[in-house]
């Protein structure tokens, strides 16, 4: 159970679809509500596939490089406390999102694979925290965890963006940026966490027990 958490919450705040909301309300003000909803079902698609082909290839990915699990936990820690610590300030981490590509997407017919699924959604910390979790799968079932929690998030994120409109109304730009930051204080933690199971595992700390 502790596992299972572990994933769907470190997944579900690194791809992070409230604060992906103000871009897709930007970058699809011209769409109708129906081909807004379509844009939101094929970024959430877009993400299942992407953190779910990286679940399935992340330990082949360890062997061709010769990556050992406490080194992309460490280097992992640190991208994901460079998003928590943007996250805090209420803004989108440069990982996920650019300028640029905001400005570039206002002027695409089709935003829902580039920019919105890949990198907005299913950016490198959210895949570095799929390999990172995939990396201490022991058994079987943490697997399907990990994967059932990638489908779960992507079925939130199309929640989330496909109701977009009422979803902004309902939170505000307040309500918005108070989840982001409650969000990106518990991605530090996650992020110091990682850090320090990497150490850990390189026998230089001893794991520490769980809350």
């Given at each position: 159970?502790?596992?299972s958490l572990?994933?769907f919450?470190?997944i579900?705040f ?8 103000p871009?897709f309300?930007?970058?699809t003000a011209g769409?109708s509500p ?5 844009t939101a ?6 993400a299942?596939v992407v ?12 062997r061709?490089f010769?990556?050992?699990?406490p080194?992309?936990e460490?280097a ?5 406390l460079?998003?928590?610590l943007?996250?805090?300030e209420a ?9 640029p590509?905001?400005e570039?997407a ?11 699924g890949i990198p907005m959604?299913?950016g490198p ?12 799968a022991q ?10 929690s ?7 994120c ?5 109701s977009a409109a ?5 939170l505000g730009?307040t309500g918005?940026?108070?989840l982001v930051?409650i ?6 933690a ?5 850090f320090v199971?990497?150490l ?12």
């Amino acid at each position: 159970m502790s596992f299972s958490l572990l994933a769907f919450s470190s997944i579900l705040f690194l791809v992070d679809p409230f604060a992906a909301l103000p871009t897709f309300l930007a970058v699809t003000a011209g769409q109708s509500p129906s081909k807004r909803v379509r844009t939101a079902r094929k970024a959430s698609l877009t993400a299942l596939v992407v953190l779910s082909i990286f679940a399935f290839i992340g330990q082949y990915i360890f062997r061709l490089f010769g990556i050992t699990l406490p080194a992309f936990e460490i280097a992992g820690g640190i991208i994901l406390l460079l998003i928590g610590l943007d996250m805090l300030e209420a803004r989108r981490s440069p990982t996920q999102e650019v300028p640029p590509d905001t400005e570039a997407a206002a002027h695409k017919d089709d935003v829902g694979i580039v920019p919105m699924g890949i990198p907005m959604l299913a950016g490198p910390g959210a895949i570095t925290s799929v390999m990172v979790l995939v990396g201490q799968a022991q058994a079987r079932w943490q697997l399907l965890a990990i994967l059932g929690s990638i489908a779960l998030t992507s079925l939130i994120c199309f929640l989330v963006l496909g109701s977009a409109a009422r979803v902004g109304k309902l939170l505000g730009e307040t309500g918005i940026r108070i989840l982001v930051r409650i969000m990106g204080l518990l991605l530090v933690a996650l992020a110091v966490q990682y850090f320090v199971n990497g150490l850990a595992d390189l026998g230089l700390l001893q794991h520490a027990k769980v809350i």
